[in-house]
């Protein structure tokens, strides 16, 4: 008689481990009533470039800067990987070190951007009472907030001290800012310069302070969600990286993780673990704003006829 073998152990564990990561797929995306089958295309507001932008300028680093160390941690990661024999490792902390990256510091980039946002509305009010106490001139007014606007808004309202174009100096600021609420007070701004300016205090007093409250309140919301699925995730990526690090310190596994089959395996149970953490953020949104187009708003002041 001949006895049939069984598979190995090491397929046992990582399927087991794949079905429980499936089981968490598909119990979330019957919480979010999820239909592969109807899923409609959507069109990004936002392009990925544009999106890492934002996450370096939340950062108050340059665009070199950020692009270095994204650079740096994944040859790092690839390198680790090559350590280990295993080729598919290294492709995979290449992949976990370029994105993880942005995932470690998302919450530090959200807690600055919103304490400058918070430190820009009260510019504002400073910028108000200005020209509503004070009586002074939009354009005078602004220079004199660009030369001393504190730490946090120093980088921002930089080009607000500096001479020639008002309105370009007002753009420059949106545009460095890369933030919903700066970009809408800039374009309020710019909208003002050609009007009154008891238009503009009004605008302020009804529509950009409250309105301005208003959103800090709900970021301030999101970064709690956002912390709260931060910790979720840390805990499953460390749960799954100790299960794969006992198992390749086996020389008996990590041969079965160097051929085709237990590479394909790898790769299964890796893509359903990000598809779990992709359905975990689909829960816990966070708030996005609209963008505003400052030069557009520029053009159309400049040459309201064009």
């Known amino acids: 008689m001949t006895s049939v073998a069984g598979p190995p152990e ?36 936002i392009p990925l470039l544009e999106h890492e932008k934002d996450v370096a300028a939340a950062l108050g680093w340059s665009w070199r800067r950020w692009i270095a160390l994204r650079a740096g941690v994944t040859t790092g990661g690839v390198f680790v990987g090559l350590a280990s024999q295993i080729w598919l490792l290294s492709l995979l902390l290449g992949a976990i070190a370029f994105f993880g990256v942005r995932f470690l510091v998302a919450g530090r980039a959200a807690r600055r951007r919103l304490r400058m946002e918070r430190a820009f509305l009260v510019q504002l009010r400073a910028l108000r009472d200005r020209m509503a106490i004070g009586n002074q001139s939009l354009d005078s007014a602004l220079q004199e907030i660009g030369r001393n606007p504190g730490s946090d808004l120093a980088y921002v309202l930089e080009p607000w001290a500096q001479g020639g174009s008002v309105t370009g100096n007002i753009v420059q600021s949106g545009l460095r800012s ?3 609420l700066v970009e809408h007070a800039c374009a309020v701004l710019i909208w003002a310069r050609t009007r009154s300016l008891d238009g503009l205090i009004s605008a302020i007093d009804d529509v950009l302070i409250p309105v301005g409250e208003a959103q800090l309140q709900v970021e301030e919301e999101s970064l709690v969600t956002l912390t709260q699925q931060r910790a979720v995730t840390f805990a499953m990526s460390a749960l799954m990286a100790v299960m794969f690090l006992s198992l390749v310190r086996v020389a008996t596994f990590r041969a079965y993780y160097a051929t085709f089959t237990g590479t394909v395996v790898l790769l299964l149970a890796v893509a359903m673990f990000f598809a779990l953490i992709a359905m975990l953020e689909r829960i816990a949104r966070t708030a996005r704003w609209t963008r505003w187009n400052l030069r557009e708003v520029q053009d159309q002041e400049l040459h309201p006829h064009a």
């Open 10 to 45: 090491s397929v046992i564990l990582v399927a087991g481990v794949a079905l429980i990561v499936a089981c968490g797929c598909a119990g979330i995306a019957a919480i979010l009533g999820v239909q592969p089958l109807t899923r409609r295309a959507r069109r990004r507001t």
């Open 178 to 180: 890369r933030s919903p």
